[in-house]
Nanobody, 120 residues
Framework: QVQPVESGGGLVQAGGSLRLSCATS????????MGWFRQAPGKEREFVGA????????FYTDSVKGRFTISRDNAKNTLYLQMNNLKSEDTAVYYC?????????????WGQGTQVTVSS
């Protein structure tokens, strides 16, 4: 399986937490930058954050800094997005992406997305 597969989305109240997972093949996971994007209804897809495991750095868009954390489990070829203190404006379809040379992309592989809905 080359394409990432996201899971963990759902409905949560404002202030709550969710953890998204992104499973992929070792080959895809080995692409050293993996990222998360989201697309809200009627809006363009936006960068949420990324991780460059080769240098041990994470990158986040300003609106999620201090609330979201990206991590990876190399043994499981899985990327995570821990989302805390969720807000209604975080409601979107979240996508996992892999295979970029820079955090903002472009990315070579994309998952199908998982819906996150935050109720106020």
């Amino acid at each position: 399986q080359v394409q990432p597969v996201e899971s963990g989305g759902g409905l949560v109240q404002a202030g709550g937490s969710l953890r998204l997972s992104c499973a992929t093949s070792a080959r895809t996971f080995g692409r050293y930058i993996m990222g998360w994007f989201r697309q809200a209804p009627g809006k363009e897809r936006e960068f949420v954050g990324a991780i460059n495991w080769l240098v041990g750095r994470t990158f986040y868009t300003d609106s999620v800094k201090g609330r979201f954390t990206i991590s990876r489990d190399n043994a499981k070829n899985t990327l995570y997005l821990q989302m805390n203190n969720l807000k209604s404006e975080d409601t979107a379809v979240y996508y996992c992406a892999a295979g970029a040379a820079t955090p903002e992309g472009p990315y070579e592989y994309w998952g199908q997305g998982t819906q996150v809905t935050v109720s106020s």
